[in-house]
């Protein structure tokens, strides 16, 4: 028997290196012995790549009520408003201790006592509540939490670790299953190893790389949701994926998003002839939520059969967006355009999973020890619609939210039994990696054509259909091959798009994110979508 080749034991294991497991960790590095887990280097997670900023009321002329209906508006009726409200409270907190950490959000240039940091304003907010660093927010945040990561003596840091499966005790009932750590691939080693904790939280991110083009990285894979269903957390409102709707269109930028605020800016959308059209779709035109403006942009590419839109600015001064855009000005003009001088091609593109495992105020899962942060959990405050920059909100946040939970009750929480070995022995080498190579570019391509911003029954049901052949050759490979981060990949991408596939089949109504044809009214009553695993 091949045995596991290592066992690593913490008080907290976090799985995810974004703004919501880094600021987690140095929460509770002061108090707890804490290993973080990264797939890949520890600043590759989506949070590196958000661009717009973190959403606060710190104006005179705003208020947490306004911050609050704004969100309860985008959310389409499925936002919890206590935990709305609880997330709005706290932001000040949130984004004190980032200031305190070393985040150099951009200042006025000319600040007064009110206003000392710059404030910008996006789609779906009444005000200019949003807090940034340039327009590489995420970036300033996650290069700074990293930094502070790296000198904290009681983080122990492990880079190029896939998370595998979470590890619990086997207990029938839910409520006495204890999660005491999981399995994870050292893809330096090429090895198993095992990780031990008394607490372990999921920060791992969404599962937009389910779909063919994505504003994500590579590692938003939906591992964390694919672990927590396994081990038998519940999902909810996994339907609701939202499609950010200015993705640059170029053969040369993989991924690259436009962000929401250039338009809060005084962006225009335009059709290739140079007429805008959002006007026609919102009153509130390019300031509408983003669920509204791809869902446009969707249509008119279809009605005109055309490959993109355009997003103009050009018409501000160019100092103006070099300064208050100097990330996309740069990468624009490397690949030839000059957003001062001509509209950018744009189109929509999977950006952000609204749903997730469910939790509570705290973090909570359904499982004792395992919480969830970020946008790997359903929290109840985006709903049906994410309101923007409310994300990185809510990964601090919860962070705080979730450790504050951990040190009240570390105490009453008994140290881990000893972890399984992890079991190679029926296993071999792969001989055929192009079987993953193409499952993988099928069920993406699937899921774009399929279950994308605009859906219908026999799409859906296609979709099914596709991904449990997926699912089936997928457990045969994993059953009979040693693992590699590419199947551990697949295995989890093709689970959560049944999950997302089963979330848009049973609402059979027009809400938020989700759209379809076959029902594009919207029911008088707002529930939320929630799917229990069936017991073991």
């Given at each position: 028997m091949n045995s596991t080749s290592k066992t690593h034991t913490h008080d907290v294991l976090v799985i995810g290196s974004g703004a919501a497991g880094l600021s987690l960790a140095l929460r509770l590095a002061g108090s707890l012995r804490v290993a973080v887990m990264a797939k890949g280097p520890l600043t590759e997670s989506a949070t590196r790549y958000a661009q717009g900023g973190i959403s606060a009321v710190l104006d005179k002329q705003d208020s947490l009520d306004a911050h609050v209906q704004d969100t309860l508006q985008a959310g389409a009726g499925l936002c919890a408003e206590d935990v709305v409200r609880f997330t709005v409270e706290h932001a000040q907190e949130a984004i004190?201790?980032?200031?305190?950490?070393?985040?150099?959000?951009?200042?006025?240039?000319?600040?007064?006592?009110?206003?000392?940091?710059?404030?910008?304003r996006e789609g779906g907010h009444s005000h200019r509540r949003i807090l940034h660093a340039d327009d590489s927010t995420g970036r300033a945040i996650e290069l700074t939490l990293e930094s502070q990561a790296r000198q904290h003596a009681n983080l122990d840091l492990y880079e190029h670790y896939i998370a595998i499966d979470l590890i619990t005790t086997h207990k029938l009932v839910l409520a006495d299953r204890r999660c005491i750590g999981a399995y994870a691939l050292n893809r330096t080693l090429n090895r198993v190893e095992a990780f031990r904790a008394r607490f372990v939280i999921l920060a791992t991110g969404g599962a937009n790389k389910v779909y063919l083009y994505t504003t994500n990285p590579d590692v938003a894979t939906g591992d964390g949701i694919a672990m927590a269903w396994r081990a038998g957390c519940r999902v909810a409102n996994l339907e609701f994926i939202q499609f950010h709707p200015t993705c640059l269109y170029h053969p040369m930028a993989k991924s690259f998003?436009?962000?929401?605020?250039?338009?809060?800016?005084?962006?225009?959308?335009?059709?290739?002839?140079?007429?805008?059209?959002?006007?026609?779709?919102?009153?509130?035109?390019?300031?509408?939520?983003?669920?509204?403006?791809?869902?446009?942009?969707?249509s008119e590419m279809k009605r005109l059969g055309v490959d993109c839109v355009y997003l103009d600015i050009s018409h501000k001064p160019a100092e103006f967006i070099t300064?208050?855009?100097?990330?996309?000005?740069?990468?624009?003009?490397?690949?030839?355009?000059?957003?001062?001088?001509?509209?950018?091609?744009?189109?929509p593109a999977a950006h952000y999973t609204s749903?997730?495992?469910?939790?509570?105020?705290?973090?909570?899962t359904d499982i004792n020890g395992l919480y969830a942060i970020g946008e790997v959990a359903c929290t109840g405050l985006h709903g049906a619609n994410r309101l923007a920059s409310n994300s990185l909100l809510e990964c601090v946040v919860f962070a705080f939210a979730a450790g504050r939970d951990i040190l009240q009750v570390q105490h009453a929480l008994p140290a881990p039994p000893p972890v399984p070995a992890w079991d190679e022995s029926r296993v071999t080498d792969s001989d055929e990696e192009i079987v993953v190579a193409h499952n993988w570019d099928e069920l993406r391509r699937m899921?774009?054509?399929?279950?994308?911003?605009?859906?219908?029954?026999?799409?859906?049901?296609r979709a099914k259909r596709r991904v449990d052949m997926l699912k089936s050759e997928i457990s045969d490979y994993y059953g009979n091959f040693r693992v590699t981060n590419d199947l551990i990949e697949l295995r989890n991408l093709a689970l959560v798009a049944e999950l997302i596939i089963l979330s848009a089949m049973q609402r059979k109504e027009s809400r938020g994110l989700h759209y379809t044809s076959d029902y594009p009214h919207t029911l008088p009553e707002a529930k939320n979508t929630v799917l229990t695993p069936t017991a073991d």
């Open positions: 004190q201790w980032l200031i305190t950490q070393g985040v150099p959000f951009t200042r006025e240039a000319s600040p007064t006592t009110e206003h000392v940091f710059h404030l910008t998003l436009i962000s929401e605020a250039v338009r809060g800016e005084g962006g225009r959308l335009l059709l290739p002839d140079g007429r805008p059209f959002m006007q026609r779709f919102d009153p509130r035109g390019e300031l509408a939520p983003r669920d509204i403006v791809a869902r446009a942009i969707d300064r208050h855009f100097p990330t996309i000005y740069r990468r624009c003009l490397e690949l030839g355009l000059d957003m001062t001088k001509q509209p950018l091609p744009v189109v749903g997730g495992v469910v939790t509570d105020l705290r973090g909570r899921m774009w054509d399929y279950v994308g911003i605009v859906r219908t029954n026999k799409r859906l049901e």
